[in-house]
């Protein structure tokens, strides 16, 4: 499926849940749903590599014809989101992708990285 596929309104979802999730957790989330150049996750790596600011983002691939969901962050971002929060927001995707849902999946995968990556509130900082 790649983006021409989605109708307006599930563009519209996928979006506002990018944008959702970069006011809650400050940083850049990009979303790429199509056929991957190779290997996935080298393919992930390089459209990652060549976002405008990779060290503070988040991608999401995901290629439903080789079944394959690859999630690259940068490293400022792995500094709040680990890899095991990672798998988590991933096991949650791939149970939506499962029954069908893409749309849905990628939504509450995106909030769920988000709200990991979130920074804690600092309340003293001497």
């Known amino acids: 499926m790649r983006a021409g596929e989605f109708?307006?309104?599930?563009?519209?979802?996928?979006?506002?849940?990018?944008?959702?999730?970069?006011?809650?957790?400050?940083?850049?989330?990009?979303?790429?749903?199509?056929?991957?150049?190779?290997?996935?996750?080298?393919?992930?790596?390089?459209?990652?590599?060549?976002?405008?600011?990779?060290?503070?983002?988040?991608?999401v691939l995901v290629d439903p014809a080789a079944r394959a969901l690859e999630i690259v962050t940068g490293s400022v971002v792995r500094r709040h989101l680990t890899d095991q929060e990672v798998e988590l927001s991933a096991v949650q995707m791939q149970s939506s992708f499962a029954v069908g849902d893409l749309v849905g999946g990628l939504r509450r995968g995106l909030q769920m990285l988000a709200d990991h990556a979130r920074a804690p509130q600092t309340l003293h900082t001497d």
């Open 7 to 59: 109708s307006a309104a599930e563009r519209f979802s996928i979006e506002e849940a990018i944008r959702s999730a970069e006011q809650v957790s400050r940083y850049e989330f990009s979303v790429f749903v199509g056929r991957a150049e190779g290997e996935p996750h080298e393919f992930a790596s390089r459209l990652h590599a060549a976002l405008v600011a990779p060290e503070r983002s988040v991608l």
